[in-house]
């Protein structure tokens, strides 16, 4: 929990990852958005990447950065748990 002056603004980066048939995971698109302290969808930053085989299953995960603005901050990213969909993506 990070306390302060309220109305930060924060950039926060998504990097959508798929892992290939080698284990290894390669960014096939990111996206970021300047966002106010709090919730709501209008806070949302989003990656996305269009199916082009549904018929390959791909591994996926996101590792999201959060950056305040003005302030210093950990270097460090979460990564979300993966997920297995039938949705190719031309890897």
């Known amino acids: 929990m ?18 290939d048939t080698h284990g290894k995971w390669t960014t096939v698109n990111t996206g970021y958005k300047i966002v106010y302290s709090g919730g709501g969808s209008a806070n949302r930053a989003s990656a996305q990447k269009q199916c082009t085989n549904l018929v390959q299953r791909v ?10 603005i003005g302030y210093n901050d950990t270097p460090g990213v979460t990564t979300t748990s ?10």
């Open 2 to 19: 990070v306390s302060g002056p309220a109305g930060v603004k924060a950039k926060v980066t998504v990097f959508l990852q798929a892992q």
């Open 59 to 68: 591994v996926w995960r996101t590792l999201i950065d959060v950056d305040l």
């Open 82 to 91: 993966a997920i297995t969909f039938y949705c190719g993506a031309g890897l």
